[in-house]
């Protein structure tokens, strides 16, 4: 695909998501709508479901469950690592929010659809079982390191047993392991989830937004968002492409990769912040200004990238 086309593929899903989260704003300056109940709604009933069949319809089989344990031990260490770097340097909520949002991206609601622009049918799926293992990361490790930002050990871990991403992942594992058939119809009536998924998660960036006012912007916070997700992912990824080519790498994995470690910060920071209480206007202002430079960055990440491995 020349340079040209690959910028011009890309950049209408990017837009389209920008304008979710200018929607979202619009909703909180116009309607007044509260976002903490679409955050709750999007942790407890979307996510899971949206997993749950994806997980169903993708198959797992060995090789992908290896591919989520490699993503989700990647992410975790990224996260415990950025935890122990920056106790000492922000307080507890804010060391907590970094360490959490370095340890993740919009894999979900911004990565997907590009995914699926990009990649065949095979490649999607590879791209969600990547995506799988961040997104454990998120509900379990990163949840609990978000949690102690504000709660005892006690605490933290009561919330994560509470969270039912887990249970459907479990739930779809079992099914595939029983060779459970779910019924058609009732994968006909998840579809909706998905894209509901993507939507509400860019129109929350966008609804905390319109309740920031600008004595919150911390440039030593989003300086430190900004490098964990457009410096050290790029390079994790970067180099965890070039160390599994003497294996055998294929494209579409090699694509995924690479796609995984460009992409802005999680909106799940703000909806994850939201729920635990912790400084989600931060989290939303450093998420907006890497979804802000996305249009740019992403596709020259992306083909720089694509370069340097061949």
């Keep these: 695909m020349a340079e040209s086309d690959f910028s011009t593929t890309l950049l209408v899903p990017l837009w389209t998501l920008l304008a979710f989260v200018g929607l979202g704003w619009l909703c909180t300056k116009r309607l007044s709508i509260d976002p903490r109940p679409i955050a709750t709604l999007l942790v407890y009933i979307i996510a899971p479901l949206t997993f749950f069949r994806s997980l169903t319809l993708g198959g797992p089989t060995v090789d992908y469950l290896l591919l989520t344990l490699g993503l989700f031990i990647t992410a975790s260490l990224i996260g415990l690592l950025t935890q122990y770097l920056t106790r000492h340097w922000f307080a507890p909520q804010e060391a907590a929010l970094l360490a959490f949002s370095a340890g993740t991206g919009n894999t979900g609601y911004f990565g997907l659809p590009i995914a699926m622009v990009l990649l065949p049918p095979e490649g999607v799926t590879l791209y969600l079982f990547s995506l799988l293992g961040i997104t454990l990361y998120e509900f379990t490790v990163g949840f609990y390191i978000s949690a102690r930002g504000r709660f005892s050990v006690r605490q933290s871990l009561t919330r994560i047993v509470r969270l039912p991403l887990i249970y459907a992942f479990l739930a779809a594992l079992l099914a595939s392991a029983l060779q459970i058939d779910i019924p058609e119809a009732v994968l006909d009536g998840m579809e909706v989830f998905p894209s509901t998924y993507t939507l509400l998660g860019m129109m929350i960036i966008g609804m905390t937004l319109g309740n920031v006012a600008i004595r919150q912007w911390d440039a030593r916070f989003i300086t430190a968002c900004v490098a ?18 003497p294996f055998g790498i294929s494209e579409h ?3 995924t990769l690479l796609l995984l470690g460009v992409v802005p910060m999680a909106a799940n920071v703000v909806v994850v912040a939201m729920e635990l209480e912790i400084r989600p206007e931060k989290g939303a202002i450093a998420v907006l200004v890497t979804t802000l430079a996305a249009p740019l960055v992403v596709p020259i990440y992306l083909q720089t990238l694509s370069r340097l491995v061949g």
């Design 253 to 255: 994995l090699q694509t």
């Design 228 to 245: 964990a997700r457009f410096l050290l992912w790029p390079l994790v990824s970067l180099i965890a492409v070039l160390v599994l080519q």
